[in-house]
Protein backbone atom coordinates (compact mmCIF):
# COMPACT_ATOMS: atom_id res chain seq x y z
CA UNK A 1 0.00 0.00 0.00
CA UNK A 2 3.00 2.30 1.00
CA UNK A 3 4.98 1.39 -1.20
CA UNK A 4 3.12 2.44 -4.04
CA UNK A 5 1.21 5.26 -3.30
CA UNK A 6 2.88 9.07 -3.35
CA UNK A 7 0.10 10.08 -1.33
CA UNK A 8 0.47 7.75 1.39
CA UNK A 9 4.01 8.47 1.85
CA UNK A 10 3.14 12.47 1.87
CA UNK A 11 0.68 11.49 4.35
CA UNK A 12 3.43 9.49 6.78
CA UNK A 13 5.42 12.29 6.29
CA UNK A 14 3.66 15.08 7.07
CA UNK A 15 2.58 13.21 10.15
CA UNK A 16 5.93 11.96 11.39
CA UNK A 17 8.39 14.37 9.79
CA UNK A 18 7.85 16.91 13.29
CA UNK A 19 8.29 14.44 15.58
CA UNK A 20 11.77 12.97 14.56
CA UNK A 21 12.80 16.99 14.18
CA UNK A 22 12.05 16.71 18.34
CA UNK A 23 14.18 13.42 18.76
CA UNK A 24 16.97 15.68 17.11
CA UNK A 25 16.29 18.17 19.23
CA UNK A 26 16.54 16.51 22.44
CA UNK A 27 19.77 14.85 21.29
CA UNK A 28 21.04 18.52 20.80
CA UNK A 29 22.13 18.02 16.92
CA UNK A 30 22.74 20.86 14.98
CA UNK A 31 20.00 21.71 12.81
CA UNK A 32 22.16 19.74 9.92
CA UNK A 33 22.64 17.05 11.42
CA UNK A 34 19.18 16.66 12.64
CA UNK A 35 18.14 16.88 9.04
CA UNK A 36 20.96 14.33 7.50
CA UNK A 37 19.13 12.19 10.41
CA UNK A 38 15.84 12.14 10.07
CA UNK A 39 16.87 11.68 5.89
CA UNK A 40 18.54 8.30 6.55
CA UNK A 41 16.03 7.00 8.81
CA UNK A 42 13.20 7.99 5.99
CA UNK A 43 15.47 6.07 3.31
CA UNK A 44 16.06 3.21 5.99
CA UNK A 45 12.17 2.74 6.11
CA UNK A 46 11.67 2.74 2.78
CA UNK A 47 14.39 0.24 2.86
CA UNK A 48 12.63 -2.16 5.46
CA UNK A 49 9.26 -1.04 5.19
CA UNK A 50 6.77 -3.74 4.39
CA UNK A 51 2.74 -3.04 3.36
CA UNK A 52 1.51 -5.10 6.56
CA UNK A 53 3.30 -2.73 8.89
CA UNK A 54 0.56 -0.46 10.78
CA UNK A 55 0.31 2.85 11.60
CA UNK A 56 2.04 2.06 15.59
CA UNK A 57 4.72 0.24 14.05
CA UNK A 58 5.90 2.80 11.87
CA UNK A 59 5.70 4.99 14.27
CA UNK A 60 7.94 2.69 16.03
CA UNK A 61 10.01 2.35 13.61
CA UNK A 62 11.07 5.31 12.72
CA UNK A 63 11.30 6.83 16.45
CA UNK A 64 13.74 3.69 17.01
CA UNK A 65 15.57 4.62 14.12
CA UNK A 66 15.82 8.10 14.43
CA UNK A 67 17.02 7.64 17.96
CA UNK A 68 19.58 5.60 16.59
CA UNK A 69 21.14 8.06 13.82
CA UNK A 70 21.48 10.61 16.56
CA UNK A 71 23.50 8.51 18.37
CA UNK A 72 25.99 7.98 15.34
CA UNK A 73 25.96 11.35 14.80
CA UNK A 74 27.17 11.98 18.53
CA UNK A 75 29.51 9.46 18.22
CA UNK A 76 31.13 10.80 15.00
CA UNK A 77 31.48 14.16 16.66
CA UNK A 78 32.69 12.59 19.73
CA UNK A 79 35.71 11.03 17.41
CA UNK A 80 36.56 14.05 15.56
CA UNK A 81 37.14 15.86 18.50
CA UNK A 82 39.74 13.15 19.84
CA UNK A 83 37.11 11.71 22.33
CA UNK A 84 36.24 14.47 24.12
CA UNK A 85 32.89 15.08 25.27
Do not use: P
Not at 47 to 71: F, H, N, Q
Not at 77 to 85: F, I, K, Y
Request: aromatic letters at 6%; one cysteine or more; glycine letters at 6%.
Amino acid sequence: MIRNSDKAWHKLFAEYNRQLQCVGAEYQLSREDTEDAAQTTWLKLIETSTDAAGREEVARLLKATMRRECLRRLAGESQMLGGVA
